[in-house]
């Protein structure tokens, strides 16, 4: 009897580890960045494309939240928090060597495979053997009329994070 019990226990734990350890990434949000090199960098010496994630966190009454990466080590090393305030964080890292000779920029074009012409608030300068990556709230309003606000920077796993909400 214990047997059948705790068969029937993992057997529904299963597909409730599956969806509540995939669940959360299968609600991302996919951004794609076009890096767009510049009429001097060599040609090839540019990543086609960045990609970065967000993901709305669950809501609770009166503000709203995203949380969000990109992924800088596909590209890049030693990535840090160069500066941060309230509306805007930056990262910057040193290029991988394929990356070196890339001069550029990167910002958001489309999202979910969506065109997107939006508020460019996720903003990459590939130049000069770094990247640089910068999250500006700046300009960009809630529900209410305030300014969105970082209420988180840093890092994890060598990628850039980011949490920013507002008041709905």
């Known amino acids: 009897m214990r047997s059948m019990q705790f ?35 060599p040609l090839d010496s540019c990543p086609p494309q960045l990609i970065a994630h967000e993901t709305r966190r669950p809501y609770v009454e009166g503000s709203y939240a995203w949380d969000g990466m ?30 070196r000779n890339c001069e550029g920029s990167a910002i958001i074009n489309r999202i979910d495979d969506e065109p997107y012409a939006g508020h460019a608030y996720l903003q990459v300068q590939l130049a000069d053997g770094e990247v640089t990556a910068t999250l500006d709230m700046t300009g960009i309003p809630d529900a209410n009329g305030y300014t969105s606000t970082l209420l988180f920077g840093g890092l994890r796993e060598g990628n850039p994070r980011w949490t920013w909400g507002g008041s709905d």
């Open 70 to 99: 990109i992924k800088l080590r596909d590209i890049a090393t030693a990535v840090r928090v160069a500066t941060t305030d309230p509306f805007s964080i930056t990262w910057v890292a040193t290029l991988k060597p394929e990356f």
């Open 7 to 41: 068969r029937r226990s993992l057997l529904w734990a299963i597909p409730f580890s599956v969806l509540t350890s995939f669940g959360a990434a299968a609600l991302a949000t996919t951004l794609e960045l076009d890096v767009l090199p510049t009429l001097d960098a």
